[in-house]
């Protein structure tokens, strides 16, 4: 089990490692989750200097989460509520000032790595490097060997509908190509959880039918240790692709709404958007 | 009373003068002088500058500075350069250079120095001068090493072995290294020698022909004060060392001491009266860099120096 | 304990141990005095000559200071000229590559042809060590602007001066204090070597003096007040940055193993 | 009359001088267009280097486009079919090295400057400026006083939903505040004419439908000199606030479709996601 | 024509200004030759000369550009162990401080005691000078990286080691370049002293005997060469540039009236 929680003395360095430091933890068998947040409560100190001086702005209020094995859950939630921190968090990925409270589960590899592949809600495509070298951090990061990432990369830029672009910079790309060059980054990591950030918000209706096509043939169910964690803003794209949709307050953020594509609480459009209005 | 002390501040003439290094028992004279008030007394306000990198004599012959402290060897092709120099006063009457050794590497006379290493300030004069003396007296002067100097403490040099001999000044620095650090040296003095080399005056006091021309007297208060101070370091070279000490407290005081005892007597070896220089010395040392081709153009040696200024009495 | 402590108390550390070492190595080895003396013996220097030192540490920080500030003023100030109107930049470029190789040695007399003996030709001497640089490095952080930034005030109808104002001068802070940092740890040293070039006063002065009357525990000693000197202004330089960086202080990168 | 030519060889400085450099031109009359676009061509050069060498990338294709005084445009299209470009060429924007043909008119205020306000895609918040004052950057670009400028950022941060973070840094802000407060700062310059690259795109249904509902306020209808141009990838929000929708097809761009409010091309969501699908 | 071979004209006729009004100065006033030769009579000593610079141009250059890239390197790989190992980086700290604040003349002769008088020593000398704008320039780049590139590599499960290689040493090539082109100007000037202190051929052995034997007009020649080497150096490093951060070239602002 992984602590979130950190005290605020060595929060500079320690929230991190405190978060992602409790070794030994196995991904979860057949039953348990493959991730997992209980009672996360993230607060972030005021920026000091000018106004908001000492008050802390709470974001994530003892919000408690789980992914099952082969689960595809959405989180839909007003802006601001805290979305991309929790994905943040799950990734271990939080400001180290932030304050963090709670506890979880998260998968691991055979290094002692975290296992999952986080796409963050901006780009983060680095400058210097061209699209396919920018592509293939994704393999170097997560040391997935070149020879195997390099064709598969190539495959994705085709799919993805970037192939002419590979030598192209970033800056040379539209914001719908940005953004799907950070997906094609971040499958490239061939990490079996993905926490992805709103990784359609800039694509046009088509594409994105397109891009939420591919998505879906990912085909999670069954498979025993992948999940993905999709925050959006689409209600349909929620109800299209997840198994399950979450949908969290306003700030500080908790969950006031759950439902499934099946069973009982099956997907309803209406209540989802009321859920949403708050 | 303060109104009239202002007014004779006001009434003072300024004066720079520049040394030629930093302060040290040459310029005893200069500070004795300063610190009785007589430069005050005969109507001047002089300040004294450390030159470091810069040139006294540049200064000097561009205004900048009234006097400065330099040698012959720079005096002479700066004036066959365009240079207005004039030499006014030599602070001591004989070279006083000599080649310091330890004593264990045997150096007693010139040609002692084949296959030796001399640590070289890297300047034509000092090739010159080595080969004269050991060609002088018999040597081959070809067997001389020349090495770099790496640093001007001569200590190190000698005692790490970087080099055998060095080219120092007897009033400073083989006091130091003999009596003050109680090394055993030996020095190869030039004043031996002369039959082999010229004697020229190190270091000298100058100033330009045009301070000359407009402001002798003030030239003349100058140089004549300057010589009472020399004159008094001569009789009283503990008052000398005191007022050496005063203006410059990072000094060794024990090494001023011995220095100023030692200066007392070579100031003027021969004749009775400070900073008096002989034609002759001028005539052959300009005669003798030009033929080592130290010298090019013609620095017109005659108007190079004058004793007008030195006081009557000498 | 905090990481600014904890840095710190590690420098701090190091300077123990090496002055440790140092004595150590002067007692048990037998280094001559004249070619190394033991700190113990630099420090009795030093307190003797307290009130000797005093002066010239004055001289030697208000030349330092002076220089520094004006020499960074005139760098930035020409780094923001030419992104300006970058013909002066290339025009001033074989000027500026010139004072940075014209030694010391030839400048010095020209210098106190014009600027005399006192402290401005010391000031412009250390300024002119000090400001180029604070000049590349502020040229090299407005030229590396972001283009996103820049276009968006061009967007808004902002002109070349906004883009310089709002973009081009904000982002080139760090640059140019980085550079800063750099011209602060030369600005001591450039004081006490144009004191070598006519003084009366400073370290420069009293290290020549030192040096000449072979008294070498000085000449530590005036290594030492150097050292210690420019310690000071990085402190200045890096507490500087602080205040005028705080956004930076506010970011920090996640890293997770 | 504004020409978007530019010679090659004096590509660096020159087309935007060219594009830019037309004096004299007036706010078009009472029947003029405000802002128009005659068969303007973009290419951009290849990245030279490796791979694509020579070969330019052509985006626009003798597109023109004229909008109307008080009128409001949305454009849609695939991504990366050039919609960023036509945007950036309309506010004087574009790339130096980007070869330009075409002509048009640009709407010019007293002291002969742009009097358009462009919000760039990617938000362009200065890292170093807290929120309000990064607000405040429109206003100074624009020379709208300070006096006049900071009253009314402090109403727009409430209407915007992010009053309390005037003074936090960029990156202490969520995507969708992010973008919210882009489009404020672009408000601040209050220019007559509005360039604006995808809003809304970071934004959930609720907050996405309360912008949308303040943008409609603005009311252009009868106004002689000021217009909105939306680039947006949401068919609903374009019906919603455009009075008439452009279509783009894929790169390079064309306009493929154009639909009005009102009158005989009405708006058919059917009809515009077809010309969307190309 | 293009916008460097406008540059280079630019800065071409500053120089040919430059030298113009020197040479009448010198002709029209009455400076002293020994203060200030005419620059057509140092070029005509210069080409009198030729065969006698030839070896010292070469030993200077030599030490320079090996004391420059070895500066460089050890510069920058300080800066990366710093980033990695932060204390490490404190634990340097004084000791960086001290390598710029002890003065050659003081530094130069322990040196010779342990590296001898050969090129070894120089090359020691200037890369102790070019290697710290190198050090604080990459470190500020450095330490100032986006946190959201680092992010994006550590949310891929990429370590600290990876955020190094994939993030902050690419970001911090052009602060580095920007220090390194600091350094190239300083690397030749820093030849020249080093064998001003103990040297048999170079520059600084050019111009010291010049200055021995009053030669002023040597001097210039020596000083002239200095500048047309460290200019040269200069422009090495931004060709350097270019090539190592073409991303750069492929970006530039709008600029709109
Ligand atoms: N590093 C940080 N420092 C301070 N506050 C932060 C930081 N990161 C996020 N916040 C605050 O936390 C809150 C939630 O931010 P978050 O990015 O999680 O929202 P979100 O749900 O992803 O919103 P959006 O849909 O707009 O992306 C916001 O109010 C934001 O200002
Ligand atoms: N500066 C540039 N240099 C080279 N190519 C560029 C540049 N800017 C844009 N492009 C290319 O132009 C094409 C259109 O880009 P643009 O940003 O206009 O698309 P878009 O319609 O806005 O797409 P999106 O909806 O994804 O934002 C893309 O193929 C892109 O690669
Ligand atoms: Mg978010
Ligand atoms: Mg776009």
């Known amino acids: 089990m992984t602590s979130f929680a950190t005290r605020r003395a060595d929060a500079r360095a320690g929230s991190r490692a405190s978060a992602a430091g409790g070794g030994g933890v196995e991904i979860a068998g057949d039953a348990g989750p493959v991730l997992e947040a209980r009672h996360l409560s993230v607060a972030f100190p005021g920026t000091g200097a000018r106004g908001r001086g000492s008050g802390s702005v709470k974001v994530l209020d003892s919000l408690s989460v789980a992914v099952a094995p082969g689960e595809f859950v959405a989180v839909l939630g007003p802006s601001g509520c805290g979305k991309s921190t929790l994905l943040r968090a799950l990734g271990g990925l939080l400001d180290p000032r932030a304050e963090v409270t709670g506890d979880g589960v998260v998968p691991r590899d055979g290094d002692g790595h975290r296992a999952t592949a986080w796409m963050p809600q901006r780009d983060g495509l680095l400058p210097w490097r061209r699209a396919l070298s920018n592509a293939m951090v994704g393999a170097i990061a997560a040391g997935v060997p070149r020879e195997r990432a390099l064709p598969r990369a190539r495959e994705l830029f085709e799919e993805f509908g970037l192939s002419g672009f590979e030598d192209a910079w970033p800056h040379e790309l539209s914001g719908g190509m940005r953004q799907r060059l950070a997906l094609l980054r971040t499958c490239l990591a061939e990490r079996p959880v993905l926490l992805l950030d709103e990784p359609f918000g800039a694509l046009d209706p088509v594409t994105r039918r397109r891009m939420n096509a591919w998505l879906a043939t990912l085909d999670l169910a069954g498979s025993s240790d992948r999940a993905v964690v999709l925050v959006t803003h689409d209600v349909d794209e929620a109800i299209a692709l997840a198994d399950r949709i979450v949908v969290m307050s306003e700030r500080p953020g908790r969950i006031v709404h759950e439902a499934h594509a099946t069973g009982t609480g099956r997907y309803d459009r209406e209540r989802l958007l009321a859920a949403l209005d708050g | 009373a303060s109104d009239t002390a202002a007014a004779d501040d006001a009434e003072l003439t300024p004066v720079t003068v520049v040394l030629d290094w930093t302060p040290n028992t040459n310029h005893s004279g200069l500070y004795l002088a300063l610190e009785n008030g007589w430069y005050e007394e005969a109507g001047l306000d002089v300040t004294v500058l450390e030159p470091g990198e810069t040139s006294g004599s540049q200064l000097v012959a561009t205004g900048q500075a009234d006097f400065a402290y330099t040698v012959a060897e720079g005096l002479l092709p700066a004036r066959a350069a365009g240079a207005d120099l004039v030499s006014v006063a030599t602070v001591i009457e004989h070279n006083t250079s000599s080649l310091l050794s330890l004593a264990t590497d045997g150096i007693e006379r010139p040609r002692d120095l084949e296959g030796k290493r001399y640590g070289s300030y890297g300047s034509q004069l000092e090739t010159a001068i080595i080969s004269a003396l050991v060609a002088c007296d018999g040597g081959d002067p070809a067997l001389v090493e020349h090495t770099p100097l790496v640093s001007d403490d001569f200590r190190i040099g000698l005692t790490e072995d970087q080099f055998d001999t060095a080219w120092v000044f007897d009033a400073w620095d083989t006091i130091r290294l003999g009596s003050v650090d109680g090394l055993d040296v030996n020095t190869l003095a030039f004043r031996d020698w002369f039959e082999c080399i010229p004697d020229w005056y190190t270091p000298l006091l100058a100033t330009s022909a045009t301070a000359i021309e407009d402001t002798p007297e003030v030239v003349e208060a100058f140089v004549s004060t300057t010589a009472r101070g020399y004159g008094e370091a001569m009789e009283d070279p503990s008052a000398a060392a005191d007022a050496l000490m005063a203006a410059a407290p990072e000094l060794d005081e024990e090494l001023v001491r011995l220095s100023a005892e030692w200066l007392a007597v070579e100031y003027a070896a021969s004749s009775a009266a400070w900073g008096v220089q002989d034609a002759a010395v001028w005539d052959e040392f300009a005669t003798w860099l030009a033929e080592e081709a130290i010298l090019e153009g013609d620095p017109r040696v005659d108007e190079a120096w004058t004793n007008e200024f030195l006081p009557e009495s000498s | ?257």
């Open chain 3, 1 to 257: 304990m905090s990481t600014r402590a904890r840095a710190a108390l590690v420098s701090l550390t190091t300077v123990a141990v090496l002055v440790a070492a140092w004595e150590t190595a002067v007692r048990v080895g037998d280094v001559a005095p004249f070619i190394l003396p033991a700190p113990s013996q630099v420090l009795v220097t030093a307190v003797e000559q307290a009130s000797l030192l005093g002066p010239h540490v004055a001289t030697t920080s208000l030349e330092a200071v002076l220089g520094l500030a004006l020499g960074a003023v005139v760098g930035w100030l020409l780094a923001v000229l030419t992104a300006t109107v970058p013909v002066t930049g290339h025009a001033a470029h074989p000027v500026v590559l010139l004072s940075q190789t014209v030694p010391t040695i030839v400048l010095a007399p020209l210098m106190t042809l014009w600027a005399g003996f006192g402290l401005t030709s010391k000031v412009i001497l250390v300024a002119l060590t000090v400001f180029f640089p604070v000049l590349i490095a502020a040229s090299a952080a407005i030229r590396d602007v972001d283009a996103e930034h820049a276009d968006m005030v061009a967007g808004l109808g902002g002109t070349r001066r906004h883009q310089l104002w709002l973009v081009r001068l904000p982002a080139s802070v760090p640059g140019a204090l980085a550079g800063l940092r750099i011209a602060a740890t030369y600005a001591i040293g450039a004081a006490v070597v144009s004191e070598y070039l006519a003084g009366q006063s400073g370290l420069g002065v009293y290290i020549q003096r030192s040096r000449k009357a072979y008294a070498v525990d000085q000449i530590f000693v005036g290594i030492a007040l150097i050292a210690i000197l420019s310690g000071l202004m990085v402190l200045a330089i890096v507490a500087l940055r602080r205040s005028l960086t705080p956004w930076q202080a506010a970011m920090a990168a996640a890293s997770t193993p």
